[in-house]
């Protein structure tokens, strides 16, 4: 067991003789050792942790994690063993100001868009669909635009939007003819937004907690504007992971027949539970970059986070964004 994910109500969590005691609300036992986890996820607030238990999971150096109704991380605690933080941090701040932004900024955004490609040719190929064909060769079409456009982020902007266009009426296509969904909005209440904007605040923490623990800064971004409160590195730098790791299972849950439940705009706990549950374990599934070892993509969130610390201080010449081949 690597995530424990705690939804529902009347939980409660407690240490006893080194293990954590997890009671549900029906007075039902169980028992975990935090030597198995490496994060606790707490999706609900309906739920109570004692002091030991957080103590006990510090220890151990398991991530513990806060959601609030939208999936967003409003809390956090993680093992304060980061190596050198103050030496990358330096080099992030000044990188802003010169070349290796920008190169950081192409590589993030033309891998973000050669995914998206990516898995419309995956799904053109598997459900055999030519109009994907053609919408992913839309999409690469906007690369052509990216290095002129490079050093302006709002150009930089206009390219992926272009991309996302012919993107997400690739998405339309793969979704069941039940399902209401006119493109990407964050701010639209059909069941497909909701559920991405959701899956997305989850792949914002862990990449959070990668940058982390990588040295860097998670507010410092390079493209996305900063503003107080706001994890633009985050931003920056999930947006490359959001094709394979968020929408092509969006698209897997819907094809299969799931259906989230929503009151008033939000997803209710029972579906907030199951979207967490199958994103860890969907983060366990095996990948294969582009001159790259097989590792999880939930391994190759950390991999790349460490890989851009490196580059910013020096230690390689370039950085290349993470490519899931199709």
């Known amino acids: 067991m690597r995530e424990l994910i705690i939804v529902g109500y009347g939980i409660s969590v407690r240490a006893r003789r080194g293990l954590l005691m997890i009671r549900g609300g029906k007075g039902e036992k169980t028992e975990v050792s935090p030597s198995d986890l490496e994060t606790v996820v707490v999706a609900t607030g309906g739920a109570s942790i004692s002091s030991s238990a957080v ?3 510090i220890n151990h150096g398991v991530d513990l994690v806060f959601l ?5 991380p409003i809390g956090r605690l993680y093992p304060p063993f980061i190596n050198r933080t103050v030496m990358t941090r330096r080099q992030q701040y000044e990188a802003y100001f010169g070349e290796k932004r920008w190169v ?9 868009i050669r995914n998206q490609a990516n898995l419309l040719k995956y799904y053109a190929k598997s459900r055999e669909m030519d109009e994907l064909k053609e919408a992913s060769y839309e999409v690469l079409l906007s690369l052509k635009k990216l290095p002129g456009a490079l050093g302006d982020p ?20 793969l979704l069941p003819s039940d399902v209401e969904f006119d493109g990407r909005d964050p701010e639209a209440l059909d069941s497909v937004n909701i559920s991405i904007n959701y899956l997305n605040a989850l ?12 040295g860097l800064d998670p507010y410092a971004g390079f493209l996305h504007a900063d503003r107080s409160g706001k994890e633009s590195l985050v ?10 790791a968020v929408d092509r299972l969006v698209v897997k849950l819907f094809s299969e027949g799931w259906r989230p439940e929503i009151v008033n705009g939000l997803l209710t706990a ?8 199958s994103f860890f374990k969907w983060m366990e599934r095996r990948v294969r970059p582009y001159s790259e070892s097989t590792c999880s993509l939930a391994q190759a969130v950390k991999r790349w986070a460490f890989k851009l610390a490196s ?3 020096g230690n390689v010449k370039n950085y290349r964004g993470f490519v899931e081949p199709w």
């Open 68 to 72: 609030d109704s939208r999936g967003r």
């Open 104 to 112: 950081i900024v192409g590589a993030i955004v033309e891998a973000k």
């Open 270 to 277: 029972k579906s907030r539970g199951f979207l967490v549950q």
């Open 203 to 214: 792949l914002y923490s862990s990449c959070w907690k990668a940058l982390v623990l990588a």
């Open 55 to 57: 103590r006990l999971l």
């Open 154 to 173: 709002a150009r930089v902007l206009s390219v992926e939007a272009e991309a996302s266009r012919a993107y997400w009426s690739g998405i339309r296509l």
């Open 235 to 244: 931003y920056d730098y999930s947006d490359m992971f959001k094709p394979p």
């Open 311 to 313: 580059f910013l201080r």
